[in-house]
């Protein structure tokens, strides 16, 4: 009967005890506990400035960040090849030659994609090339 008793008394003292309590009274258990990992619901911690990602999206860009970016290359007879070069390959396709809006894609110049617009109309308002570059990368 005194041996029943015991067994009932450790039995109530261990299921007392909350495991957690137990465990990070242990050494090489609480180590466990105390790691550097990503906690849940953790913010991110914001990229450095100045930083490039490697993996991952960039950081969002409005209207008004692209506004005030500054083209970082200098106008050179090299810069304005290359850049001839990628409005043909990429933009003329909508724009057109002249940036009129009637490339072969558009609805003035065949195409089916109506709403594309001048590049060199006056009435637009004149943008900044970090605008423009924001609107190409969005």
Known sequence: MAKRAILIGVLALLCACEPDAV????????????????KPYAMPIPPVDGSVPVSGGEPPLTRETADRLANPRTRTAESLNRGKWVFQT???VCHGEGGQG??????????PFPGIPSLVDP???RMSDGMIYGMIVE
């Open 102 to 111: 009637n490339g072969p894609v558009s609805l003035t110049g065949g195409g």
């Open 123 to 125: 009435t637009r308002p």
């Open 23 to 38: 465990v990070h009274k242990v050494g090489w258990f609480a180590t466990m506990r105390h790691q550097r990992n990503i």
């Open 90 to 92: 990429y933009c003329q």
